[in-house]
């Protein structure tokens, strides 16, 4: 199993400014998956974030937007760049477990509002 | 990445069973079937999942199709911390390598005291 901490858990931001969402896991991990929930929404992926290698982007992500860091396999970072009001959402880290014959784990989230 | 579907909201009463249903009609060989749920202000947690045959554990029971293409999430006794939004999702082990999930709507459940 893993357990994950996402750091801050929300935050009101000014449009404009960036943030970073920090996620840390108690247990080592290969794959590391960054999510968007915006309001009444369902989950959608942002990136795959694999330790020493650059990040992979789902269509309609881009680095610029939403760079990634990895720098280990327990830790990962996703920024909010040049926030806008439609960046307000949760955003969500999660972690496989290295087999699709397996569950995948789920932080508390990032509440993030844009003014 | 092969699609569900599910209802958009469903119903239950407090102490009985609920049968979620999932339609997955183009469902691969390889693609396991898996059920997450959210609950209000919460991230995705793991519910059960299954390849062909039924499965349980302590938290529910899966019912897959013989052939597949739909399955239903059994909730055997409802209590009002199971409403949620549960989504039922493919993954595909052709994929390995890339454990990501892809989600659908889900079901909106909600508990009725």
């Known amino acids: 199993s893993a357990v994950i901490s996402q750091k801050p858990s929300r935050d009101i931001c000014q449009r404009g400014t960036s943030l970073t969402i920090q996620c840390q896991v108690d247990s080592q991990v290969t794959m590391m998956f960054w999510y968007r929930q915006q309001p009444g929404q369902s989950l959608t992926l942002i990136a795959t974030a694999n330790q020493g290698s650059e990040a992979t982007y789902e269509s309609g992500f881009v680095i610029d937007k939403f760079p990634i860091s990895r720098p280990n396999l327990t830790f990962s970072t996703l920024t909010v760049s040049n926030m806008s009001p439609e960046d307000s959402s949760i955003y969500l880290c999660s972690v496989g477990m290295g087999s699709l014959n397996t569950e995948a784990f789920f932080g508390q989230g990032t509440r993030l509002t844009v003014v | 990445d092969a699609k569900t579907t599910q209802p958009n909201s469903m119903e239950s009463n407090e102490e009985e069973p609920v049968h979620l249903p999932c339609n997955h009609s183009t469902i691969s060989g390889t693609d396991y079937i898996h059920w997450y749920r959210q609950l209000p202000s919460q991230g995705p947690e793991y519910v059960i999942h299954?390849?062909?045959s039924n499965v349980n554990n302590r938290m529910a029971s899966l019912a897959i199709a013989e052939d597949r293409k739909s399955s239903t999430l059994i909730l055997h006794r409802a209590t009002l911390r199971d409403a949620a939004v549960y989504y039922c999702i493919l993954r595909d082990v052709s994929n390995f390598g890339n454990e990501k999930l892809t989600f659908g709507t889900g079901t909106r459940l909600t508990i009725i005291p």
């Open positions: 299954g390849l062909t």
